[in-house]
């Protein structure tokens, strides 16, 4: 028998127990909770489980803060105790058997432990309550399937059915059998996030297996990838996944002539300089990344992703502003004429321009439109231009929008002065 496998079964037969480490890891209230949940839940004949997410990045030493509770049982009536205890409020999903806890500042997901089945590639399982062992049999990759005990008599243990941990040494995303991307293929995308997000590498089988079943992409409703797709742009460094799902032939299913290049990643970077603290929306990432599209293909990608209203119209504009970049890169244009092209639009769509352009004049008179330009008004309004005796409403509007561009070219600067402007051009008329 070799060192490495020994080294496996020894670890197999040893019991983790995590408890120093939540401790230490998660905030001492999500700690005292989860104890209390396991307490109730054990006071209900249920077990109660962490699974998923927080528990892989718990042994990755990652901050994650969203607890998923899994119970051999009934999640709703336990969410419905634990909101009691907590004075929280809970949102119940009775169709999945699953609920939300939300008191303070925290919020958990509760489900009850439950099985699928895939009737037919694509399309979503069919479930039904079962145990804890079932519950992570059908889950996407190893690294995703451990869980802990909360019970009370077993609180911190690690269950560990598909060498998750050892995986996670390995930096490997393994998928838990050679069907996975079939029943699902939505985990093709998952499994590429999950590999750049974490730095890991697909493990080789799995690997294999993703390419060949690609094809399985065509059956996913565009609903579900436009929700891969925003979970990617809600990464820390999307470009990356987005530039391995180019090389492994994925990103081509979103559209053909998408590119995950070195340009998209410049474009990425500058929108998060441009956003910090905080992080870029997904709008503009989209906008970005759609930015070489043509007109057509845009209306591809939105009939594709059936992309909402505003997220198209903001793809729309960026195509429309980028049209009028070449006049927009005239250095001598009056901030009146810079308003005047790119007033209405969203803003993400210009910001998106003003990051793509080459034109460093273009993006100058961009920046000073989102800076300045589009919140200049008249000080004057309607009623104050009837008290002055204008009373044809096609006059009002006329005087407001000669007023309004006095004001973005800075020849009048106060409402004084712009009582005045109005007199001038009133003594000009009659
Ligand atoms: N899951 C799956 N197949 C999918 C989607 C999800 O098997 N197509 C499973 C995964 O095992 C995952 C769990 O459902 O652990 C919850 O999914 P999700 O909410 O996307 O993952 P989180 O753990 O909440 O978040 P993340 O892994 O991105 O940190």
Redesign the pocket.
Known sequence: MNPASTCAIIREMEITNLASEIKKQLPAELVNFMQVAGKVAANQGQNLYL????V??LLLRRT?L?L?LVVEGNAIELAQQLAEINQGKITTYPQFNTAKLQWGKWSVDLATARSETYTKPGALPKVKPSSIESDLS????TI??LAIYLSPSRYGELIDRYEGRNDLEHKLVRILHPKSFTD?A??IW?GLR?EQRLDFQLEQETLQLLKRDIPMLDAISGDRIRYELE?ILQEERPEQVIRRDEELGVLIKLHPSLKGNGWLAEKFDQARQLSSPNPPPVELYLALLAYHLTDVEIEQLTAYLRLSKSIAQILRDGASIKSKLQLLAYPELRRSHIYRLLQGYSQSAIIANSLATGSAIARRHMETFLRTLRYVKPALTGDDLIRMGITSGLQIKEVLNLLHEARLDGKVTTKQGEVELVKGWMGEVT
């Open positions: 699974v998923g997410g927080v892989r990045d994650n969203d998923d059908r889950r996407d990759f995703n399937t699902d939505t985990r998952r999950y979970c």
